[in-house]
């Protein structure tokens, strides 16, 4: 994870030039297949092989979320602005623990990978939320200037 998530952070700054926030889809899509490898895999080979394409994923994601939400203020409230990121990661990393073991509780689910396909369905759906945003924006900014 922590080797994925070194190399993701490394390889940000030249993917953002590129691709703008469609590098939170790409992250959100490595998490995602990540997440499944782990959840899915059976040997050692596949649990190292997920958490190295999650930790890539992730080592992506967050950052760009940083960045993204302090270009989306003022330039004097972008220290707010990650602040909140922190608190948000902070408390979230928190409560998942509970909020999957209510879910699984509440379907009946003993499998002890459950919370990881939870985590890549999420991730899935951050992947999913930030293309059709940015497939809008492109749809929008094509009606604006048809030329």
Same mark, same amino acid.
């Given at each position: 994870?922590?080797?994925? #998530?070194?190399?993701? #952070? ?10 703008? +926030?469609?590098? /939170? ?9 990540? $997440? ?8 050692? #080979? ?8 999650? #930790? ?19 330039? $004097? ?25 209510? /879910? ?11 919370? /990881? ?16 945003? $940015?497939?809008? +924006?492109?749809?929008?900014?094509? +009606?604006?200037?048809?030329?």
């Amino acid at each position: 994870f922590s080797l994925g #998530g070194t190399y993701g #952070g490394h390889i940000m700054s030249r993917l953002i030039s590129r691709l703008q +926030k469609r590098v /939170i889809v790409l992250a959100g899509l490595a998490c995602f297949i990540g $997440e499944i490898t782990l959840a899915m895999g059976s040997n050692l #080979g596949m649990m190292f092989l997920g958490s190295l394409v999650y #930790g890539l994923g992730f080592g992506m994601m967050m950052p760009s979320i940083a960045l993204f939400s302090g270009f989306a203020v003022r330039p $004097e409230q972008r220290a707010f602005a990650l602040s909140v990121n922190a608190i948000g990661n902070g408390v979230g990393t928190f409560l998942s623990a509970y909020i999957f073991a209510a /879910i699984a509780g509440l379907f009946g689910v003993a499998w002890d990978r459950f919370s /990881i396909l939870l985590s890549a369905l999420g991730a899935l759906s951050i992947a999913a939320t930030f293309s059709i945003s $940015e497939w809008i +924006k492109t749809a929008r900014a094509a +009606k604006r200037d048809p030329a």
